[in-house]
């Protein structure tokens, strides 16, 4: 399976466009007309935050499949309670898709398919069934829960809205939460013809949202998610196989890491020194040391969800809680966490629009997480 990657290193259409040019869409599309764009749009974020797909690069995408005349609906469901309406405004998605005349789709909206695998069911959003083809336009981004997201973790999104948060509710752990992640995308895999992720820009340090942008200057393409995954996370600095969703989602695709194909120029490249979470050594202590120093382990590994003072009680974090354990605070006051039922998800972190929200970490949290 191949990996395309390209050096980009800033939103100049004239660029992305060429490199959309090479991916070879107009045979991969061949016998499919109506076509949905998926990208990343967790909130409700401008472009230069590096949250969201950025709008170049959708624009280059829409461009050049109206010149092969497909007719194009770009939809998403953003996470949480945040307006859709704000989401597509922010973002630059309304924009777009009143220069392009393509309608804009809400997920929560057009109805569910539900579909299981051995042990999940799943409400999915029905336009990815009405439509001949579904194009997955991710963003390169560390990730405070997941450690990284990109290609396979952006088909989140096609559960819609605040049905997401009862899959955190319910598979709190890491590893629970990534076989939901690893089996969502067994069961929307074959509606996805190709990955295209922005990598120009990216996010490093506190992810999806509240981290820092960074300009990676690349962009990748793939007919498989899972194998664009292994190669981008590889890229930034992690071992894929610690990553819990990822080799999942290749043996989904029937790919052996060894199969996967990158250009020369790329072979071993990794980016210097991104600020990504440590798993390997949290994940081997828990799985490999006796209960007693799990235990001790647990006690001084601590981190959790607090405010700072950019928070503007917008109530978006309270809202988007699965656990329903936060509440709004009286007068000037952010809101108050119930911590003793707090899962740790990091969802209000994830969904906060102004990053009034941060990771607080014990002196041995912030050894392991950089």
Not at 17 to 42: G, H, R, V
Request: with cysteine.
């Amino acid at each position: 399976m191949k990996v395309e990657i390209k050096k980009i290193t800033e939103y100049d259409f004239d660029k992305i466009y060429n490199f959309i040019e090479t991916l070879d869409l107009e045979e991969i599309l061949q016998d499919k007309k109506k076509i949905l764009l998926k990208p990343n749009l967790l909130g409700a974020f401008p472009p230069e935050k590096a949250v969201t797909t950025n709008p170049v690069v959708v624009d280059a995408v829409i461009t050049y499949l109206k010149k092969i005349r497909k007719d194009i609906m770009l939809g998403d469901s953003p996470g949480g309670s945040t307006s859709v309406k704000l989401v597509w405004e922010k973002t630059g998605m309304k924009q777009l898709a009143e220069k392009h005349n393509i309608p804009l789709v809400n997920f929560k909206t057009g109805g569910l398919i539900h579909q299981r695998t051995k042990t999940l069911r799943f409400p999915i959003t029905k336009y990815i069934w009405d439509v001949d083809a579904v194009i997955n336009l991710s963003k390169y981004k560390t990730h405070s829960l997941m450690s990284y997201t990109g290609a396979v973790k952006n088909l989140y999104g096609l559960i819609p809205g605040l049905k997401k948060s009862d899959y955190h509710k319910e598979h709190p752990e890491h590893a629970q939460f990534a076989k939901v992640i690893s089996g969502l995308y067994s069961l929307v895999k074959d509606r996805i013809v190709i990955n295209i992720m922005d990598g120009i820009v990216g996010m490093e340090g506190e992810g999806p949202s509240a981290g820092d942008p960074r300009n990676f200057g690349v962009m990748f393409a793939s007919k498989s998610a899972s194998a664009l995954d292994f190669v981008a996370s590889s890229m930034m600095g992690f071992q894929p196989d610690k990553l819990e969703y990822i080799l999942p989602s290749l043996e989904f695709d029937g790919i052996e890491p060894s199969e996967i194909e990158v250009s020369d120029e790329w072979q071993h490249f990794k980016f210097h020194k991104v600020k990504i979470k440590k798993i390997g050594l949290y994940v081997k202590i828990l799985a490999y040391s006796p209960k007693i120093l799990k235990d001790v382990f647990k006690k001084h590994f601590t981190y959790y969800p607090d405010f700072n003072d950019k928070c503007r009680k917008c109530n978006i974090c309270v809202e988007s809680c699965p656990m329903q354990v936060m509440t709004l605070g009286k007068g000037d006051a952010h809101p108050i966490i119930n911590y003793d039922k707090c899962i740790k998800c990091m969802c209000c972190h994830e969904m906060c629009p102004y990053q009034a929200i941060y990771v607080h970490k014990s002196f041995l949290a912030k050894f392991i997480i950089k």
